[in-house]
């Protein structure tokens, strides 16, 4: 590859769903030479597009896992990543954001801004990623590039100026107007291979003056030379673009460009503008903590004589074992090089460096800094950092949002039980926010992660990549019981007919404790009950706290003290003092007031201002506490505390409320007491379920 | 210690009661300083000695992040709750929590029509029934009279206490006849009481004057000691 740093972009794409991602990935590698047929993403030839690699994503038409890709334009290298559009997948987004330094987004010239966008945008903002808009889907009937252009200034806050105009929409979309060169630019060939060049129509040479008159004065905010150039009429191309690279790098403007992916127009001015406008790792300043200076912030050198510094962005289990996708920060990645990583320290020697195309990929022997490359057989999780032996770098971690739903899940059999684990441990090394663990209390599989969809495609993909069947439980929330007040017990447990008997006494009193889970405390005096049933006694205590008498929840915050008791020379017996010590539980614990307690969330929910009201309304109507909201411009944060069993299904919930404008997540905050009425009916169900 | 014990020991219990002893239920209030003498202090011990008395109170910030005031609350009430040694604490957080509810708003999207729709947006869905409204971080350099007209006419429709922050500048001498500072003294008269911080340099604590009272809770003229590193009212 090039050793020049400013030839090379690596560039995520993102977007809302269906805005046509994947079909314009498909068009720029056909383009790009990179693969010699097109293929549509629900295509009718059954191939289905290139960069969706998933058999999953192929039969969805959604893009779930990025794949990223390598190709190259007018002599600059340019890595793509493939976002998914979901809003359940956002980790994906977010890491290739984190590896990225330029994006593409794109936007359905008939859907416009839509609520992916908006959180796409803002990742974006968070990771400072410098990003040009295009205008995708021209060709459908009610395309409107100029109202999505204003909804980009209107909705998510950007300065967005069209750099294109199109000739002709909808079904009559023929070709584009350069602002910058002033000329019609048209596509023709099958596939749209052919670039011609012509003079602007002349009915819409007035359209194209104002359009380049607002494209000049947004760029000439970022350039001296060009504000001088037009105000004596002499603007040229390079200073439009140096200035629009200025403000665009900036992050102060963004051009806005149109096509139709679909149709082959206009893909090709994308490209030249991801050259033009989109930053070179050296015009990005990325940031590793020194592990060896106690976490210090160091700023990455992009230097490839420097020692080795990479992060491992993302893990695919591919035909030929883990394939990690890796971005090298400064210094070069040698094959045949050990590399440490930097969380584990363990040393791992670079087998085989390969360059990805989707799921086609070709042998290289190095590759330098800022660039993505895959490793082969290397044993790592995401996001850990690599490191040549000279620096102890870890890249600054990245923003990983906690799961939000869990479920139970049950292989159907024991081959299922297998290769359900194999799948599970291979997920979430894949997957930061899906987690798997087995509830103690019910014995089950547990897996959560950030949305509904998030959880079926990884049980779907149980199915198909690993044969492992599951069942699917309802989630299940984990309730507690406590005590209110103290309470005094005595209770003698007595069976003395025939036989070797059984006989035990034990008195004292159960109180609330403040902290911690459990606590028994010995005040037998005078050997009332003989030290060597003492810690029998204990043990009947702590196998009664397992199961409360409510509900059947495991009991926590409670002191248990004896202070009496009475024993029998012959019948007294450990399990005797056992038994003595439930029945001593049971009948304190009752009198001490118990209540049942249950998991409360803290829930961040985000969306367009429009719809506050039903948002709010909606947690109100779960049982939710308010806490506060935050309101900017158009976007709204709400915060509230919500019983987690109140929150299941709600993600769908807010979706249709909102038009899936909105978004949440949530974490646990506390135990806090159930409300009476609503207990009542968690012990009746689970009073029945007993029965 | 009960909460009314608690209430009953803060100092600015003066402004909720007449000199008959009569709940004051409306009330447009302002408390005036320069930047950083404690504004928002005040009007979180406002809000606490409201929540304290059973009532419900919308924090509304213009310009503050959640948890900056969230923060506010945190730190006053540690103090409150440190100076009466009272043991329920957790108690008292949440009685708080459930009954006080912050909005924040950037400059730019905050006025007083979003604040009604909002208000009325909890009240009609019974989310959250406040009878206190604070409003820290107004700009009233850029607010014209009739703005906080409109806001007295919701707060006496209402029955509300409304509860304003504004911050005076140094170079700014300006004083309406009631003797209300600038940016507010051509609004002085639309408030029942108007507080100001003073700083003096000869003195350690900072005082807290009543610039005027027109609910008869207090004398205008009357001063309140503020103490100087935790804002809480002497």
């Known amino acids: ?691 | 210690m009960q909460k009314m014990d608690l209430a009953d020991s803060n100092p600015l219990r003066i402004f909720a009661q007449d000199a008959e002893g009569n709940t004051v239920d409306k009330r447009m209030g302002l408390i005036m300083s320069r930047a950083g003498l404690g504004k928002t202090a005040i009007l979180v011990q406002i809000a606490l000695d409201s929540i304290l008395r059973g009532n419900q109170v919308l924090h509304v910030s213009v310009g503050q992040s959640l948890d900056k005031t969230r923060a506010w609350y945190d730190d006053i009430l540690k103090g409150i709750v440190a100076d009466l040694k009272t043991e329920d604490s957790n108690e008292l957080r949440e009685l708080v929590l459930r009954n006080r509810l912050i909005m924040t708003f950037d400059e730019v999207t905050f006025s007083r029509p979003k604040l009604e729709e909002r208000f009325n947006d909890l009240v009609a869905q019974d989310i959250f029934r406040p009878t206190c409204i604070i409003i820290d971080g107004f700009d009233f350099a850029n607010t014209d009279q009739q703005t906080v007209a409109d806001v007295k006419d919701m707060a006496d429709s209402m029955g509300l206490q409304i509860w304003f922050s504004a911050r005076c500048h140094r170079e700014d001498d300006r004083l309406s006849d009631e003797g209300v500072p600038a940016p507010c003294h051509e609004v002085g008269s639309l408030f029942d009481t108007v507080l100001v911080i003073h700083a003096d340099k000869d003195q350690p604590d900072l005082s807290l004057d009543v610039i005027k009272d027109s609910t008869g809770c207090v004398k205008s003229g009357k001063a309140l000691e503020l103490d100087p590193a935790t804002y809480l009212v002497k």
Not at chain 1, 549 to 576: E, K
Not at chain 1, 658 to 679: I, N, W
Request: glycine share 8%; charged share 25%.
């Open chain 1, 1 to 691: 590859m090039s050793k020049d740093l400013d030839m090379v972009r690596n560039i995520g794409i993102s977007a809302h769903i269906d805005s046509g991602k994947t079909t314009l990935t498909e068009r720029i590698l056909f383009y790009t030479q990179k693969i010699h047929a097109i293929h549509e993403v629900r295509g009718k030839d059954g191939v289905g597009a290139t960069m969706d690699s998933m058999e999953l994503e192929k039969e969805r038409g959604i893009t779930i896992a990025s794949a990223a890709t390598h190709c190259t334009w007018k002599d600059h290298e340019i890595n793509i990543i493939d976002t998914p559009g979901h809003v359940d997948f956002t980790i994906e987004v977010e890491r290739a954001l984190r590896v990225l330094d330029g994006a593409v987004l794109i936007l359905c010239s008939v859907g416009g801004v839509q609520s992916q966008s908006i959180t796409v945008n803002r990742q974006m903002t968070r990771y400072n990623v410098p990003r040009i808009a295009f205008i995708n889907k021209c060709d459908r009937t009610g395309a409107n590039p100029a109202r999505v252009t204003e909804q980009l200034r209107e909705k998510l806050g950007l300065n967005a100026v069209p750099a294109q105009l199109p000739i002709g929409l909808e079904g009559d979309l023929e070709g584009v107007v350069d602002l910058v060169t002033m000329k019609a630019v048209y596509f023709d060939g099958d596939n749209g291979e052919n670039i011609r060049e012509e003079e602007i129509p002349a009915n819409l040479q007035d359209a194209a003056d104002a359009s380049r008159e607002e494209l000049l004065d947004a760029a000439s905010m970022f350039s001296e030379e060009l504000m001088e150039a037009v105000l004596e009429g002499t603007p040229t191309p390079e200073m439009i673009r140096d200035a629009i690279r200025i403000g665009t790098l900036a992050l102060e403007l963004t051009p806005v460009f149109i096509g139709s992916a679909y149709k082959n127009k206009a893909v090709q001015s994308l490209l030249d503008a991801v050259n033009d406008y989109l930053p070179c790792p050296t015009e990005v300043e990325n940031i590793a903590l020194d592990l060896d200076k106690d976490e210090a912030e160091v700023k990455v050198s992009n230097d490839p004589a420097d020692p080795m510094v990479a992060l491992a962005f993302k893990l695919e289990d591919g035909r030929y074992g883990q394939l990690t996708y890796v971005r090298t920060y400064q210094g070069t990645l040698k094959k045949g090089d050990s590399i440490f990583n930097s969380r584990t320290g363990k040393k791992v020697k670079v087998g085989r460096l390969v360059r990805m195309h989707s799921d086609e990929m070709e042998e290289i022997d190095l590759c330098g800094s800022g660039d993505i490359v895959a490793l082969f057989g290397v044993d790592c999780a995401s996001g850990d950092t690599f490191n040549s032996s000279d620096t102890n770098y870890s890249m600054s971690s990245m923003h990983i949002p906690a799961p939000v739903i869990s479920l139970a899940i049950n292989p159907v059999d024991n081959k299922a039980q297998g290769n359900m684990s194999k799948a599970l441990n291979r997920f979430t090394k894949e997957d930061p926010t899906f987690k798997t663990f087995v509830d103690k209390e019910t014995n089950e599989t547990i897996i959560s992660g950030m949305g509904e969809l998030h959880l079926e495609v990884y049980i779907e993909r149980m199915k198909r990549e690993y044969e492992a069947e599951v069942e699917v439980g309802a989630p299940q929330v984990s309730y507690r019981e406590t005590i209110t007040q103290r309470a005094d017990f005595d209770y003698v447990h007595k069976k003395q007919t025939g036989g070797s008997g059984q006989f035990g006494r034990v008195a004292g009193f159960i109180e609330p404790l403040e902290e911690g889970e459990y606590e028994f405390v010995d005040k037998i005096v005078g050997g009332s009950i003989p030290r060597e049933f003492i810690s029998a006694c204990d043990k009947g205590f702590q196998a009664s706290i397992a199961k409360g008498a409510l509900a059947g929840a495991p009991v926590t915050g409670v002191r248990l003290t004896i202070n009496d008791g009475a024993f029998h020379a012959v019948d007294s017996s450990d399990v005797a003092f056992q038994l003595a010590a439930r029945g001593a539980f049971k009948q304190g614990y009752l009198k001490a007031k118990p209540m049942l307690m249950e998991p409360i969330m803290k829930v961040s929910a985000e969306g367009p201002t429009e719809f506050q009201g039903a948002v709010m309304g909606s947690l109100n109507q779960r049982r939710g506490m308010i806490l506060g909201t935050a309101e900017e411009g158009n976007y709204t944060v709400i915060d509230a505390e919500v019983p987690l069993s109140e929150m299941f299904g709600y993600s769908t919930v807010l979706r249709s409320l909102t038009q899936g404008k909105a978004e949440f997540t949530m974490e646990f905050a506390a135990y806090r007491q159930v409300p009476k009425s609503v207990a009542e009916e968690i012990i009746k169900e689970r009073q029945k379920e007993k029965k």
